[in-house]
């Protein structure tokens, strides 16, 4: 007996289901072409996470490279706890004498490291603040400066001089008005240039 065979011709679309189809078509196409634009856009910039971006605190301009990231976490944990710390100016004829001290024996290894990293950064000519005029002058004649820095109990004593009476102002005004003014006012200050 010969088998019986259905017919199955594909049906026509109706008009409304064209409609749709065309509409799925284009969001498909359009979100294909979005994320094609956001991958060009953010390849090699490596994590673009907010919580990653130049924080305003450290007024610094441009990337937030790996050695930034280190310098900024003792930064933040002393203005955080700006309260804790004592800090002492001395002007010396070439330049300052400083005391920076804490009885909280975090705050004293965050004095040191944040110490010894802006030292590394001064010397590499590794600018930082350069939002700030000051700091910015600073970097600029790093190589007319010399630091000395010397473990005390609770911190540091930094001898810090220039042979440069410009810079050795700039040493003055970087030390009474930028650093003892984040230690009195912490992070509010911080955001601010130095005048
Ligand atoms: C409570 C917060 C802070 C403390 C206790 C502190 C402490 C110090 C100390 C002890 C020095 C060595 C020179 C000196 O004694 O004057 C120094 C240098 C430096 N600090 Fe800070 N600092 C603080 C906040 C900051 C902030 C917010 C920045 C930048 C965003 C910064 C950037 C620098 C730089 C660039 C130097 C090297 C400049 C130089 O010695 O000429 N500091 N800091």
Partial sequence: MAAKHRDYRPRQMGPREQLFLGL????????FVA??????????????????EMPE???????????TVRDMAPILELLLRHEQINRLVT???????????????ALAWAIRAHVRQMQS???EGRPLRNA???????????????????????????????DDPRVRDL???????????????????????TR
């Avoid at 994320?35 to 990653?52: K, M, Q, W, Y």
């Avoid at 605190?57 to 050695?67: A, F, I, K, N």
């Avoid at 002007?91 to 024996?105: F, H, I, N, W, Y």
């Fill in 121 to 123: 950064r001064l010397a």
């Fill in 132 to 162: 700030d005029p000051v700091y910015r002058e600073i970097f600029r004649h790093g190589d007319r400066i010399t630091i000395d820095v010397v473990d005390v109990p609770g911190g540091v004593v930094v001898t810090e001089l220039s």
């Fill in 24 to 31: 799925g078509l284009v969001l498909v196409g359009f979100s």
């Fill in 35 to 52: 994320s094609l634009i956001f991958a060009i856009t953010n390849s090699g910039r490596g994590v673009s996470v907010r919580a990653l």
């Fill in 171 to 193: 040493i003055r005004k970087r030390a009474h008005l930028g650093e003892s003014e984040f230690v009195r006012h912490g992070m509010k200050r911080a955001g601010r240039p």
């Fill in 57 to 67: 605190w450290l007024m610094t301009r441009g990337p937030l490279d790996p050695v």
């Fill in 91 to 105: 002007d010396l004829p070439g330049g300052v004498r400083t005391v920076t001290t804490s009885e909280d024996p």
